[in-house]
């Protein structure tokens, strides 16, 4: 006879063979102890977990001589056809290649006749996720009220794809993944049957390597036997299944850890030069550090890690040196970038990336100590005496873990500006001030007085620029406190028709209708306070000088250009899109209240701060309309 591989060898023949469905097993046996085994079961699990093979031991279980009993004999006639899968009233069936009705049919004609030698007849599909609709509604009505002479008896690994209406006429067992302990425990009685000498740390891998499947253990472990002969190390195992060594994953995370990219590269160089699978180092790898963070959070991580004892005792000890914020930060970095390697076009390089950008994450500022530093400028501290105030963070000790600016030579690297809120004035805080001159030096001229914030519409005051002599500045270089920037003067005024793309894509973000009605525009110009918008055919623009369409049309204008505009509609030789002039005035007189609001002027008093970009929208509408129901615009 050809050489039977350890899974077929292996296989259990009683209950108490089997590994790691103590619960599944203990209920199989109380049912047949008190005969009370269902018509209909299904055993549902990932693979390689015992499904069909504690299907057939119910089937031995219940055609034995000696029962039915809780133990088949193994021994009987019954016991050794079912054994040798030589008996006629057994029916095992494929699902995946007998799924159609047809299949069905002939298999309900079959259990019509009473058994031929048992005491049941024993009907077993294996995979029934793959028979069809019609096959599972053919089924139905026999899995219902079956003969009493028949059993149903059915095994898949998706559980989701089988019809409800057959789930609710059976009794589900669901077979949990086998736990590294027990595949360990079992893979050494093999190998001792064999006459295999292997080392704990072999079996480990192997084990690891299973995911608790008990077949995928035993095809790798018959791999590694024919490989190694007599005695198998842990390095054999890593070289013939092609692994990725522990020591190299922890190397690797430890270097990332300690933000050292040199040690980090020289590990990703040894998986390459092994040629180990891409992927499996990537499962690896995160994997690793999920462990990390179970052991940094959990009191019992024993429980959720299913590791050997030293490995375990390992991740404790380097997850007791970080605090849980940058282990979560890198572990989310890594996931996010790691991610794209699997389809990257050159996967070494997104890997190198992937881990440069891990070694720095210690170089950020938690949002405690920049609230700390603003506090510290708005005080008058000098810029100087910051730079030791707020210590970057180190790879050994990384405190805070949520993504900061950084801190680089005294000066706060600003992140990307958020949206500012609509219905409000921004108030920016005032630049560092030039420093004080001589007492001795006397000036010609003394600024006095503070610039109150200009109304809506006023001219652009100039503001004094340090180290550059303005007309009228007193000679000794004393310069009084820059005045306020106008509410409507923005750092960098806007042009209508150069920045006119920037506009569309402005709106087209808020109302895409909008912007594609606006793109039809044949020209755009300004004249004084006016935005002049001309269109060659009146349609397109009828329907944007409607009232509800106007009104935000010019709050876009005054946000984007932040300036007072009125938006004007022009049609050669027509006067169809003249807007009603208090249709778009609304946005205006809003611009001016809020920059004259008294929350925002004693802001600017306190903070001597100047407005900035003013924002204006429905969240205000209501209240500055005086609550009329014809002033709200629809949403």
Same mark, same amino acid.
């Given at each position: 006879m050809s050489y039977l591989v350890l899974a077929r060898k292996s296989r259990p023949q009683r209950f108490d063979e089997v590994v790691g469905q103590q619960a599944v097993v203990r209920t199989l046996q109380n049912a047949l102890r008190q005969n009370r085994v269902p018509h209909a079961l299904i055993f549902s699990g990932i693979r390689g977990t015992g499904k069909t093979t504690l299907a057939r031991i119910m089937a031995k279980a219940l055609n034995c001589e000696q029962g039915p009993t809780d133990e088949p004999c193994g021994t009987c006639q019954s016991c050794r056809e079912i054994m040798a899968g030589g008996s006629v009233?057994?029916?095992?069936?494929?699902?995946?290649?007998?799924? +159609?009705?047809?299949?069905?049919?002939?298999?309900?004609?079959?259990?019509? =006749?009473?058994?031929?030698?048992?005491?049941?007849?024993?009907?077993?599909?294996? !995979?029934?996720?793959?028979?069809?609709? !019609?096959?599972?509604?053919?089924l139905l009505k026999t899995l219902e009220e079956p003969p009493d002479h028949v059993y149903f008896m059915f095994a898949?690994?998706?559980?989701?794809?089988?019809?409800?209406?057959?789930?609710?006429?059976?009794?589900?067992?669901?077979?949990?993944?086998? /736990?590294?302990?027990?595949?360990?425990?079992? #893979?050494?009685?093999?190998?001792?049957?064999?006459?295999?000498?292997? !080392?704990?740390?072999?079996?480990?891998?192997?084990?690891?390597?299973?995911?608790?499947?008990?077949?995928?253990g035993l095809s790798l472990l018959d791999q590694v036997f024919s490989y190694c002969g007599a005695d198998v190390t842990a390095a054999d195992v890593v070289e013939v299944l092609g692994l990725v060594s522990h020591e190299v994953i922890t190397a690797l995370g430890t270097a990332l850890l300690e933000a050292d990219l040199a040690r980090a590269l020289d590990s990703l160089e040894q998986v390459?030069? #092994?040629?180990?699978?891409?992927?499996?180092?990537?499962?690896?790898?995160?994997?690793?550090?999920?462990?990390?963070?179970?052991?940094?959070?959990?009191?019992?991580? !024993?429980?959720?890690?299913?590791?050997?004892?030293?490995?375990?005792?390992?991740?404790?000890?380097?997850?007791?040196?970080?605090?849980?914020?940058? *282990? =979560?930060? *890198? #572990?989310?970095? *890594?996931l996010e970038s790691l991610e794209k390697v699997t389809w990257s076009q050159q996967p070494r390089l997104a890997l190198e990336l992937a881990f440069i950008r891990a070694v720095q994450?210690?170089?950020?500022?938690?949002? %405690?100590?920049?609230?700390?530093?603003?506090?510290?400028?708005?005080?008058g501290v000098p810029a100087e005496s910051l730079a030791a105030a707020v210590p970057r963070s180190t790879a050994a000790g990384r405190g805070n873990a949520d993504?900061? %600016?950084?801190?680089?030579?005294?000066?706060?690297?600003?992140?990307?500006?958020q949206p500012v809120e609509q219905g409000t004035a921004e108030v920016s805080p005032p630049e560092q001030a030039p420093p004080a001159p001589a007492r001795d030096a006397a000036p010609e001229k003394k600024a006095t007085g503070k610039a109150a914030p200009a109304a809506a519409g006023d001219a652009p005051m100039a503001v004094p620029t340090p180290g550059k002599q303005e007309e009228g500045a007193p000679a000794?270089?004393?310069? +009084?406190?820059?005045?306020?920037?106008?509410?409507?003067?923005?750092?960098?005024?806007?042009?209508?028709? &150069?920045?006119?793309?920037? =506009?569309?894509?402005?709106?087209?973000?808020?109302?895409?209708?909008?912007?594609?009605?606006?793109? &039809?525009?044949? /020209?755009? /110009?300004?004249?004084?306070?006016?935005?002049?918008? $001309?269109?060659?055919?009146?349609?397109?623009?009828?329907?944007?000088?409607?009232?509800?369409?106007? &009104?935000?049309?010019?709050?876009?204008?005054?946000? =984007?250009? $932040?300036?007072?505009?009125?938006?004007?509609?022009?049609?050669?030789?027509?006067?169809?899109?003249?807007?009603?002039?208090?249709?778009?005035? /609304?946005?205006?007189?809003?611009?001016?209240?809020?920059?004259?609001?008294? *929350?925002?002027?004693?802001?600017?008093e306190i903070f001597n701060g100047q407005v900035g970009d003013i924002r204006v929208g429905p969240r205000f509408r209501q209240s500055l309309a005086t609550g009329q129901e014809d002033n709200k615009v629809p949403e």
């Open positions: 009233d057994l029916h095992e069936v494929d699902g995946a290649s007998n799924r +159609g009705i047809q299949e069905i049919r002939e298999l309900k004609e079959n259990i019509r =006749f009473m058994p031929t030698a048992a005491r049941f007849k024993i009907i077993i599909i294996d !995979e029934v996720h793959m028979l069809t609709t !019609e096959a599972f509604n053919a898949t690994t998706e559980l989701h794809r089988v019809p409800v209406t057959i789930l609710s006429r059976c009794q589900r067992y669901e077979l949990k993944r086998v /736990s590294h302990r027990e595949l360990q425990e079992h #893979f050494a009685r093999l190998a001792g049957q064999e006459g295999v000498n292997i !080392e704990p740390a072999a079996l480990n891998l192997v084990a690891r390597e299973a995911g608790g499947s008990v077949r995928d390459y030069t #092994f040629g180990m699978d891409l992927k499996r180092f990537i499962n690896e790898l995160l994997s690793w550090f999920r462990g990390l963070i179970v052991c940094r959070v959990s009191r019992r991580p !024993e429980q959720l890690l299913d590791l050997p004892e030293d490995e375990l005792q390992e991740l404790v000890g380097i997850a007791g040196n970080y605090s849980p914020q940058s *282990l =979560f930060a *890198l #572990f989310n970095l *890594l994450v210690g170089d950020v500022v938690g949002v %405690p100590d920049l609230l700390a530093r603003l506090d510290k400028v708005l005080a993504p900061g %600016p950084a801190v680089t030579a005294g000066r706060i690297m600003q992140p990307a500006m000794g270089g004393e310069t +009084g406190p820059a005045p306020a920037r106008s509410a409507d003067a923005p750092a960098e005024k806007k042009d209508v028709r &150069r920045h006119w793309d920037d =506009f569309l894509a402005y709106v087209r973000e808020r109302k895409p209708w909008m912007a594609a009605a606006l793109s &039809r525009a044949s /020209s755009v /110009s300004r004249r004084g306070d006016r935005l002049i918008i $001309q269109y060659d055919d009146a349609a397109d623009c009828r329907l944007l000088k409607n009232r509800e369409n106007i &009104r935000p049309l010019t709050e876009f204008a005054l946000d =984007f250009f $932040q300036e007072s505009l009125t938006v004007k509609f022009h049609v050669p030789d027509s006067l169809a899109c003249e807007i009603d002039p208090e249709n778009g005035a /609304s946005p205006q007189q809003e611009r001016r209240a809020l920059a004259n609001d008294p *929350l925002v002027l004693a802001a600017l």
